[in-house]
């Protein structure tokens, strides 16, 4: 599989887990399949970077790193906000969430918020290990 086709299928995979993060808190089977596609959703970072670091391309493990860090760091500033919106209206705590969905899809869409940052934070320290790669 190239690499080309391992960033759309990231791609496809955190639009998908986007889009069910609107789903209201789902139980059973359905929680199990939304946390089982948040986990798939981080295979091909995984996987690009480890290509990356095995290759020497420190493109790749740079902007892997950046994509992580971005991640966190606006998950981290949404959902600061999002506590603080509980002081204003419903309509800015409801636009502040579903930022916070699209920002972080994997996170929302499994319910489990320490998986998805654990794992974001996984390839933000490997590619941090790894940025001179090459």
């Given at each position: 599989?190239?690499?080309?086709?391992?960033?759309?299928?990231?791609?496809?995979?955190?639009?998908?887990?986007?889009?069910l993060g609107f789903l209201p808190e789902p139980e059973g089977a359905?929680?199990?399949?939304?946390?089982?596609?948040?986990?798939?959703?981080?295979?091909?970072?995984?996987?690009?970077?480890?290509?990356?670091?095995?290759?020497?391309?420190?493109?790749?493990?740079?902007?892997?790193?950046?994509?992580?860090?971005?991640?966190?760091?606006?998950?981290?500033?949404?959902?600061?906000?999002?506590?603080?919106?509980?002081?204003?209206?419903?309509?800015?705590?409801?636009?502040?969430?579903?930022?916070?969905?699209?920002?972080?899809?994997?996170?929302?869409?499994?319910?489990?918020?320490?998986?998805?940052?654990?794992?974001?934070?996984?390839?933000?320290?490997?590619?941090?290990?790894?940025?001179?790669?090459?």
């Amino acid at each position: 599989m190239s690499n080309k086709t391992l960033f759309i299928l990231w791609a496809a995979l955190f639009a998908l887990c986007a889009a069910l993060g609107f789903l209201p808190e789902p139980e059973g089977a359905a929680g199990v399949v939304l946390t089982g596609l948040a986990l798939v959703s981080f295979v091909p970072p995984a996987v690009l970077l480890y290509r990356a670091v095995h290759h020497g391309d420190r493109h790749t493990v740079l902007l892997i790193r950046n994509l992580a860090g971005l991640s966190l760091g606006l998950t981290l500033g949404l959902l600061m906000l999002n506590f603080w919106s509980a002081l204003g209206s419903e309509t800015l705590g409801a636009i502040l969430y579903g930022l916070l969905v699209v920002v972080s899809s994997p996170m929302i869409c499994s319910g489990h918020w320490a998986m998805s940052m654990f794992l974001w934070a996984c390839l933000l320290m490997v590619s941090l290990r790894y940025r001179k790669a090459g």
